[in-house]
């Protein structure tokens, strides 16, 4: 009688009953609430909080480098051998890869879509507080959208009135729907940052003319392009390293920079965890994965004649000296010829100090010399003693830079050529180059490391001299940072690049014998077969 009693009489109501510690939208339909929200679709970009910890949803190491001359996917054969088919360019829709970073962009477009439903709902944010939100909500779900759309082509735009999310068909070119929600955010939103790490209004200009890069659409990219350059609050620092170390965040030359932590002791996974297999291998600092190892092609690239240019045409002739088939203990005396300094802070190689935890030993810190080849990953190494806090040595407070105003300067330089505008072009990579030259890395006796040669070009002879150039000096300044096989694909020339840079490393990494990038076919990545499963055939549509 009283289990009767007590069921009677509860009903049914402990049915509709909140969860404890889950907001709902009555409680975050104000201007708490929905800050609180627009975080929440920031933090996407780093990748937690969506699928696997390991997937970014900005870091491009496997899509914009690996799949490029730029890395191997190192480690040994055996380990995420799934990356390998990409890095040979092999269709292969069911690669798990693929579908982690579509849930992980998609993700961030749903949490983007939930700040605008709720700023309309918010009873006591001023009109202008709810357009600067509407307009950093819009910005990033543009930023989600053009991740998408760099690695797949024609997939899904999602607004925040779709409801349906298993029939979201991609038969259409959304370049037209991330233009208009950049476009909106530089009408809406500040042009100084409320806290760094949040777009501004110089921020969404860069984006916007970003976008019309992609698109070759030169004439729409260049205002924007010279309104940042020329009146935005950004300039090159002094240092190129400046860009990639912890204690150097969010500098002068930020426009948009993905905020890292281990400030709570690296649970949360927020350190980078997007890139932590990266670390090279053994005894070395992060002790794990030996992943992403810069190529020999790369490399040589920074190679420089004898007046300080590099060897557009020549560079790979003939291998920077390396260490690979040496045991740590063999005596090695590195590559004596001119290199760009920046080398030395992009690739860990054997015999050069590594930021400062000592010399690189070569192979005792290679998983598999055989396989990966002798170098490992540099850029956004944290420094020892710069990542206090982390509980794991493989969290990174390391920010990703996604863009920075070198890209501008470089990007500018582009449309320059294009312009037939060579005196412009020439300024602004010797821009770059210049500051390329500031700081260079440094032997135990502070003498430089290496035979550093770096200046700037006298002239550019023709506009195809001048386009090499151009397009030379991006790879220099932006390696191993995502971009080379977006640039390629986006310059056309990405099947010439590519297959002449795998006839030749293929003869040093066995495994990428055979590989070929199939033009009209190896530009984007397969749509993922899980996704396909999900909508069906008729509505999701597989890449040619």
Known sequence: MVCVGVLTSCGDSFLETTPLGVGNEAMLANKT???????????????????????SSVSNWIYGSIASDDAYKGSDVGDQAQITTIERYIP?????????????????????????????????????EKAQALGEARFLRAWYHFEAKKLWNMVPYVDETVVDYINLPNDKDIWPNIEADI???????????????????????????????YQQDYLAAKPLLD????????????????????????????????????????????????????????????????????????????????AGLPLLDTFNDVDVKNDEGLASSDAFTPYEGTLDPRLDWTVGRRG??????????GKNWIRD?????????????????????????????????????????????????????LATALKLVNQVRTRAANVVVLDAASKPAANYLVKTYPAFANQEYARKAVRFERRLELAMEGHRHFDLVRWGNADVVLNAYLTKESKKRTYLSGATFVKGKSEFFPIPQAQIDIMGANVLKQNP
């Open 92 to 128: 292969q829709a069911d690669i798990g890869a693929y579908n982690d970073k579509w849930v992980a962009v998609y993700d961030g477009v749903s949490r983007s879509n939930n700040v605008i439903n709720l700023i309309a709902k918010a009873t006591d944010m001023t009109a202008p």
């Open 227 to 306: 309104d940042v350059i020329n009146n935005g609050p950004f300039s090159l620092v002094n240092s190129f390293h400046d860009n990639f170390r912890i204690t150097t965040e969010n500098n002068a030359e930020s426009i948009f920079e993905v905020q890292m932590s281990v400030a709570d002791g690296g649970a949360g996974q927020n350190g980078s965890w997007g890139d932590n297999y990266n670390f090279p291998y053994g005894s070395a600092p992060g002790g794990c994965c030996g992943f992403f190892q810069p190529t020999q092609n790369l490399v040589n690239a920074f190679k420089t004649d004898a």
């Open 352 to 361: 050069l100090p590594f930021l400062n935890w000592g010399t690189h030993p």
């Open 183 to 213: 476009q909106f955010a530089i009408d809406n939103i500040s042009a100084t940052k409320a806290q760094a790490g949040r777009a501004s209004k110089w921020t969404a200009k860069a984006f916007l003319a970003k976008v019309h890069m």
């Open 33 to 55: 609430g929905v800050n609180a929200v627009l975080i929440g679709a920031y933090s996407l970009l780093d990748g937690v909080g969506s699928g696997p910890v390991n997937t």
């Open 369 to 421: 010399q055989s396989f990966g080849g002798p170098y490992t990953f540099k850029k956004f190494f944290a420094y020892s003693g710069e990542n206090a806090g982390a509980e794991s040595p493989r969290a990174n407070a390391n920010n990703y830079r996604a863009i920075r105003f070198a890209d501008i300067l470089l990007m500018r330089a582009e449309v320059a050529v294009e312009d037939n505008d």
